[in-house]
């Protein structure tokens, strides 16, 4: 991307940033400007990997050292005379080129889905017309339009305004809302807080309307900077890609060597060499599983479409299997498991406590509590399309807790701008983390007075008296310890509290130290409010539990707060910790190490502390999950084997960093995706038992004949056609077979576990050699009952291969129940691919055309009930003893937990 000139629009005025971009303010950008400036500038977005082409992706199909050597033999056999053999072989190639391209081409089709979901849009002037158009397409020297709520593209200087309050906690950390000026300009180098003029992409719209100037997109933006240093970071295999790679080395090896068994015992038996060379060349191509990543590809591909439909986007395919291995999820409190809208339920006023409902709504010190709240107040609410005046009709535009205020106020029937509109020069000293308290000046019946809110260790010690009963009484030392207890049984019960307080001023007053006024105070009451959980993340922990993963939970929220939801979620267990932010900045790696196993809930932290928790828990050997949504989150959010983004109030660096955003930010929605990371993985060693398996037969058939001085009960083409049929559509229905019911039953799968564990291995190699040996059987009594036909024997043993593959992957679907436990048609695209594979098999055996081409025969009903029963015998007798096994185990198992639970209880 070529870079424009760097100038700092915040310290010119607009003319000059105007005449800078070459743009007019009236009419926006023309169309004919905008292809020059995307070629200069680039897209508005992060940089991303690039998609391949349609072109690439086939071409890449015979980029492959076994498809190489099949085009040499192809054109050997060319120089042979052997036309068919030719033509058959590089018809089959080009057919397996095709199914691979599908499989990946739908693969693609799904990762760019994801990409495009809820693709953005902008609001410009381009023409002299309002457009909207993708944010990636906006350009320096576009003129935005922004209202609340609107999450900013880009980097731009404001030219336009109308009580403009952006949120920049997303850059700045700071939660307060920035009032912006248009026309205050610095000349001098300031802190990006501090530049008012300005607008910054990732931040958000919280109040007023504007017209901007864009200065910055992409990578230039403020965001971009920082997400330009975490792309530099170094991306690390998954425990599956790791698995693959060494397995996919090992099958070739093994493969190389069955083969080249195959091609000498022949050669020695005296078969010509040419035929022998094109037996272990089609064998080797059938043996080695070459389809294998293009369908773990695809069966992650499918999946992630899945978790879309559960609210979670994945942003990197090959980290969902990585899910399965989870074994903490360290969650946000606020909106993820909770719901992220404040309400207030208690105020303490009037020396006692109500709980708000409809008639503590007609008591004067709350009413005058509320009042405080509603004037004291930089949010607002924007009534919903259902019309009704009731407190789910509103949304809350701006901080939820002043939004909680609001919503009160309005259910005891006083409105905000009505209250507001009854001051003049009202004027506000602002929050900060530092001050923690807020006020408004305004002149009402001309008397000047301060209305007052913020944390109560704050406020208390700034008042002299306190408002009762419609009284102002003197503060005493008692009175002021009776309010501080108040103050923590309210925050004992999870509430979040805000004192709220009112003073008269002077008639004159310092308008440039108006924060000296917020002494002397009275207090009127404490206000007791809670984000609560969301009902269903209960269930989601009691889940987690029971599937051996850790919840815990870290929040910048107090100590009581985050302790008290955590009970009411039965988050913590007997012995549990809770821990603050201050006292784990005390704690040494050694102690830290040796406690975090208890230690269930973090408050009070900062993004410091997040990433050490996911480094220490990380030494430990845990698979870490950890949520993130501002841009100091970022670094643990990448850290960790699997990085949370929140969808609706993440940043866009965050987004960049994670493995998996949540749509609807909800804890329930990293228990789903867990779940479908796991049946993914089942579904991966389900296909990798089926082809393996099938694929040991086929060598052992061919081994083993040429062992025994048989002839070669296949030819290349019979065995190229075996791969095709049987290694295509129904390995890849086993990709999409629905997750087991007990899946969130089992303990998570260690990040090292073999891909082979559990007796994989050894029910690959069983199956493996009852498909050869019952192969061969065919083929042995085929010659018998043909009187010595070659061709037809051959016919036998190549349908029985089919025959006992697509019986065998029903088999495939579980390891843990037999084929007679499970419902066949739970899966209706294993059965029609199996449908599919069996209708293409007979093709070859009775169309006239292709039975010459395949040498084929065709069968009559004896040979299919001899085939049928040689195929199916194996894989029922296997499933019937299997099953027997099964339920001794389980047996085993249920009566080993009962004593367990007896001792436990005893």
């Known amino acids: 991307m070529e870079e424009r000139d760097d100038f700092q629009a915040y310290q010119l005025s607009i003319s000059d940033v105007t005449t800078e971009l070459k743009t007019d303010l ?312 909770t719901k992220n809208e404040m309400t207030i339920k208690k105020i303490y006023t009037d020396g006692k406590t109500y709980d708000l409902n409809s008639e503590a709504l007609s008591a004067e010190g709350v009413r005058k509590s509320l009042q405080i709240g509603a004037i004291c107040n930089n949010a607002y ?38 209250l507001q509109q009854q001051f003049s020069q009202l004027k506000e000293v602002p929050f900060s983390s530092n001050r923690k308290r807020m006020s408004m000046i305004g002149k009402r019946n001309g008397e000047n007075t301060l209305y007052l809110k913020g944390a109560p260790d704050i406020v208390l010690d700034r008042c002299s008296h306190y408002w009762e009963d419609g009284e102002v009484k003197q503060l005493t030392s008692n009175k002021l310890n009776h309010f501080k207890r108040q103050n923590e049984e309210l925050s004992s019960q999870a509430l979040r509290v805000l004192a709220v307080a009112v003073r008269k001023l002077p008639k004159n007053l310092d308008q440039d130290r108006l924060e000296k006024y917020e002494t002397d105070l009275v207090l009127v009451g404490l206000v007791g409010m809670i984000d609560p959980p969301r009902p269903e993340v209960k269930r989601a922990i009691a889940r987690c539990k029971r599937a051996g993963i850790k919840p815990v939970m870290v929040t910048g929220d107090h100590k009581n707060t985050a302790q008290a939801i955590a009970d009411e979620l039965n988050l913590l267990n007997r012995n549990d910790e809770v821990v603050t932010g201050s006292e784990l900045k005390q704690m040494s790696e050694e102690e830290f190490r040796s406690r975090i196993d208890r230690i269930r809930v973090y408050a009070r932290v900062t993004p410091e502390d997040k990433l050490r928790i996911v480094k220490t828990l990380k030494n430990r050997g845990e698979v870490v999950t950890m949520t993130g949504d501002g841009v100091n989150d970022a670094p643990a959010v990448k850290e960790a084997d699997i990085g949370i983004a929140m969808g609706e109030k993440g940043t866009d660096v965050t987004q960049e960093a994670s493995s998996l955003i949540l749509a609807d930010d909800n804890f329930r ?143 495939c679907r579980s390891e843990e129940y037999s084929i007679f436990e499970m419902n066949p048609f739970s899966n209706l695209h294993l059965v029609v691919s199996v449908i599919i594979s069996f209708i293409m098999q007979l093709a070859v055996l009775y169309l006239p055309g292709l039975k010459g081409v395949f040498k084929t025969t065709a069968l009559h009903q004896g040979e299919w009930l001899i085939i049928l029963v040689t195929a199916g015998s194996a894989t029922i007798l296997v499933e019937f003893f299997e099953g027997i096994l099964h339920k001794i185990s389980s047996k085993i198992q249920y009566i080993r937990i009962k004593n367990d639970k007896n001792e436990s209880i005893s």
């Open 669 to 811: 929605t990293i228990v789903a995706a867990v779940e479908e990371g796991r049946a993914i993985y089942d579904n991966i060693r389900k296909f990798i038992r089926y082809l393996l398996s099938c694929n040991i037969g086929e060598i052992l058939t061919m081994f083993l004949a040429s062992l025994f001085g048989f002839e070669l009960p296949l030819i290349p083409i019979q065995i190229l056609w075996v791969n095709l049929v049987t290694d295509g559509l129904p390995a890849l229905a086993l990709g999409v077979d629905p997750a087991a019911e007990d899946i969130m039953e089992r303990s998570p799968r260690p990040p090292d576990e073999s891909i082979f564990a559990h007796g994989l291995k050894t029910r690959i190699i069983s199956k493996g050699i009852l498909i050869g040996l019952s192969t061969l059987f065919a083929f042995i009594l085929g010659l018998k009952i043909s009187g010595g036909s070659l061709a037809e024997a051959r016919t036998m043993a190549f349908t029985n291969l089919v025959m006992a593959q697509l019986f065998f992957v029903f088999s």
């Open 381 to 418: 609410l924007k009534q919903k399309s259902d019309g009704m005046l009731n407190q789910n009709s509103w949304e809350v535009m701006g901080d939820p807790t002043e939004g909680a205020f609001l919503l009160a106020a309005r259910k005891a029937g006083m409105n905000k701008e009505r």
């Open 26 to 337: 009236e009419t926006g950008l023309l169309s004919s400007q905008i292809p020059a400036r995307q070629e200069k500038y680039g897209p508005n977005r992060l940089p991303d990997q690039s998609s391949p082409s349609i072109l690439g992706m086939m071409l890449e199909q015979f980029n492959d050292f076994m498809v190489w050597v099949l085009i040499g033999a192809v054109v050997i056999s060319g120089f042979l005379g052997q036309m068919d053999d030719a033509i058959a072989i590089i018809a089959i190639v080009i057919l397996n080129a095709i199914m691979g391209f599908v499989q990946e081409y739908r693969a693609e089709r799904s990762l760019q889905a994801l990409k495009e979901l809820a693709a953005p849009e902008a609001a410009v002037l381009r023409d002299n017309e309002r457009k909207e158009i993708p944010t990636d397409e906006l350009v320096p020297g576009d003129i935005l339009y922004l209202k609340p709520g609107d999450k900013i593209p880009a980097d731009g200087r404001i030219i336009e305004s109308n009580n403009l309050e952006t949120n920049e906690a997303s850059l700045t950390g700071e939660s307060i809302t920035v009032k912006k000026d248009a026309n205050r300009i610095t000349a001098e180098d300031v802190a990006l807080g501090d530049r008012t003029n300005m607008v910054y992409m990732g931040t958000t719209v919280v109040k007023g309307r504007a017209k901007v100037v864009i200065t910055d997109i992409g990578l230039e933006t403020e965001m971009g900077q920082i997400a330009n240093m975490l792309q530099n970071t170094e991306e690390r295999d998954t425990p599956l890609q790791k698995r693959l790679d060494t397995l996919g080395k090992w099958l070739v090896y093994i493969c190389f060597l069955a083969c080249a068994a195959v091609v000498g015992l022949g050669v020695i038996k005296g078969e010509p060499i040419y035929k022998m060379f094109l037996s272990g060349v089609s064998l080797a191509v059938a043996a080695i599983p070459e389809g294998l990543p293009a369908i773990v590809t695809l069966s992650l591909a499918i999946g992630v479409q899945r978790m879309i439909k559960r609210q979670a986007i994945v942003r990197k395919l090959p980290s969902v299997e990585t899910l399965g291995c989870t074994t903490v999820i360290c969650s946000d409190k606020t909106g993820t498991l």
